[in-house]
């Protein structure tokens, strides 16, 4: 009959592995027991390692906070409206929380679709953004040309565009952590600014 883990615990190595278990912080004490738990499902706790188990533990919350560590400065790049510094926090956060997962840490796959779909949302916001960039850019040169209803007509272009991006970014809530945030999305170009025309 397997053994199971009360009898482990009355073991050199399960007595050990309590020892050390007290030194490890509640996650990873939480990510021991998850190890040992499942080791037990599998009849293999007389082949437990707890060493192994312990490091794999302190990996996956290192990863975790890693994880979170990159989701807070995507929350700020997109609060800045830095779409793609937004997207490349996304995309470490992502592997971050992969890492947790291989060292058999608590970690939803939802959570890692998620910051997927956060990468996908950014990078469209970082796509009309640019576009929003060069319809200013655009408005801007004609009207110092003097022609001011096509430079209206890119400004619209730019201002359409930046709220667009606006939109995509917000979508990439990660947690809600920037849910109530807003994004500046005016138009670097005012249509209605006089400019003189006048030629020397």
Same mark, same amino acid.
């Given at each position: ?45 007389? =082949?437990?390692? =707890?060493? +192994? ?54 970690? %939803? ?29 655009? %408005? ?5 040309? !003097? ?8 400004? +619209?272009?730019? %201002? ?5 991006? =606006?939109?995509? !970014? ?16 005016? =138009? ?13």
């Amino acid at each position: 009959m397997p053994m199971t883990i009360e009898e482990y615990m009355q073991t050199e190595a399960g007595q050990q592995l309590q020892m050390d278990n007290a030194g490890l912080s509640d996650m990873e004490q939480a990510n021991v027991m998850a190890a040992l738990q499942k080791a037990a499902d599998a009849g293999d706790l007389e =082949s437990f390692n =707890s060493d +192994n188990a312990i490091l794999d533990a302190q990996a996956a919350e290192a990863a975790r906070e890693e994880a979170e560590a990159f989701q807070a400065e995507q929350a700020k790049a997109v609060e800045a409206g830095d779409w793609e510094t937004a997207k490349e926090m996304a995309e470490n956060a992502e592997y971050a929380m992969e890492e947790v997962k291989e060292h058999g840490g608590d970690v %939803a796959d939802a959570e890692i679709l998620e910051a997927q779909y956060d990468q996908m949302e950014l990078d469209n916001a970082d796509y009309h953004q640019e576009i929003a960039d060069s319809a200013a850019d655009s %408005a801007a040169a004609y009207a110092a040309e !003097g022609d001011m209803a096509t430079a209206e007509i890119y400004a +619209n272009t730019a %201002a359409d565009h930046a709220e667009t991006a =606006s939109d995509y !970014g917000a979508m990439a809530d990660q947690g809600g952590t920037y849910a109530d945030q807003t994004v500046d999305t005016s =138009s670097s170009y005012d249509a209605t600014a006089s400019v003189d025309t006048a030629v020397e």
